[in-house]
C-alpha cells in the first residue's frame, strides 16, 4: 500500500456535468500529479501541483483544472463532460527532492455517458 | 512533445519461459520508471534507472537503461501466474512529470 488514497472509487456522470475527484497523499509528500488512463492504454499526464501551486501541465484542455491544500491533498475537477473523459483518473504524490518515485493511488473509475 | 513508445503491445509465454518489453524515447531522458499494473488495479513503482548504462535486478527482473539514456529493457526470467499484468515504462525529461509508454500486456500460460 503507497498510503494515497482517492474518492469516489467509481463515479457515473452524464455528458455537460461538473465533477470533482478527491485525492490524500502519502504523508510527508508536498508533490501531486494526476493521470487519466483510457482503457487499453497507458496513463496520459494531466498536471502536476508544488506547493499548492500548477507546476507543470499536459496537452489538457482548460476544463481539467486541479487544487492543492496546505494539507497537501488535492482535487481534480472537470468541467463540460464529454464521453471521452470516461476513464481510470489517477494521482500520484512524491517529493520534489531528485528521486522522481511517484506512488500511485487506486484510481477513480469515471464513466460518462 | 516527448514520446515513449513501448514494444510489444501483448505478449503470451509459457510458464517458465522468459520475457522482455523494450522502451524507446526519441530524446534523451532524465531518468526512465517503469511500472507493473494488475488488472483492475493502479500502476505500481518497480525501479527508477538514472545512470547510462546503468542495469539494476529484482529476483527474477532485470533493467536496462541505455548508453544513450534513450531506450530501456524489463526482462522477466522463467515467467510465472503471478507476473501477469502489464509492464509500463515512464520516462521523465525535468522534475518528475512522466510520459508513459502504452505498455506490454504480459500473460502467462500455467
Known amino acids: 500500500e503507497t498510503g494515497v488514497t482517492q474518492s469516489p472509487t467509481h463515479l457515473i456522470k452524464t455528458r455537460g456535468q461538473q465533477v470533482t475527484l478527491r485525492c490524500s497523499s502519502q504523508?510527508?509528500?508536498?508533490?501531486v500529479s494526476w493521470y487519466q488512463q483510457a482503457l487499453g492504454q497507458g496513463p496520459q499526464f494531466i498536471f502536476q501541483y508544488y506547493r499548492e501551486e500548477e507546476n507543470g501541465r499536459g496537452n489538457f484542455p482548460p476544463r481539467f483544472s486541479g487544487l492543492q491544500f496546505p494539507n497537501y491533498s488535492s482535487e481534480l475537477n472537470v468541467n463540460a463532460l464529454e464521453l471521452d473523459d470516461s476513464a481510470l483518473y489517477l494521482c500520484a504524490s512524491s517529493l520534489l527532492d531528485g528521486t522522481d518515485t511517484q506512488y500511485f493511488g487506486p484510481g477513480t473509475r469515471l464513466t460518462v455517458l | 512533445g516527448q514520446q515513449v513508445m513501448q514494444i510489444p503491445q501483448y505478449q503470451h509465454v509459457q510458464e517458465g519461459e522468459d520475457f522482455t518489453t523494450y522502451c524507446n524515447s526519441s530524446?534523451?531522458?532524465?531518468?526512465i520508471q517503469w511500472y507493473k499494473q494488475r488488472p483492475g488495479g493502479h500502476p505500481v513503482f518497480l525501479i527508477q534507472l538514472v545512470k547510462s548504462g546503468e542495469v539494476k535486478k529484482q529476483k527474477r527482473l532485470t533493467f536496462q537503461f541505455g548508453e544513450a539514456k534513450k531506450n530501456s529493457s524489463l526482462h522477466i526470467t522463467a515467467t510465472q501466474t503471478t507476473d501477469v499484468g502489464t509492464y509500463f515504462c515512464?520516462?521523465?525529461?525535468?522534475?518528475?512529470?512522466?510520459?508513459f509508454g502504452g505498455g506490454t500486456r504480459l500473460m502467462v500460460k500455467p
Open positions: 504523508s510527508g509528500h508536498n508533490t
Open positions: 515512464a520516462g521523465a525529461w525535468a522534475g518528475n512529470m512522466l510520459t
Open positions: 530524446t534523451t531522458l532524465s531518468n
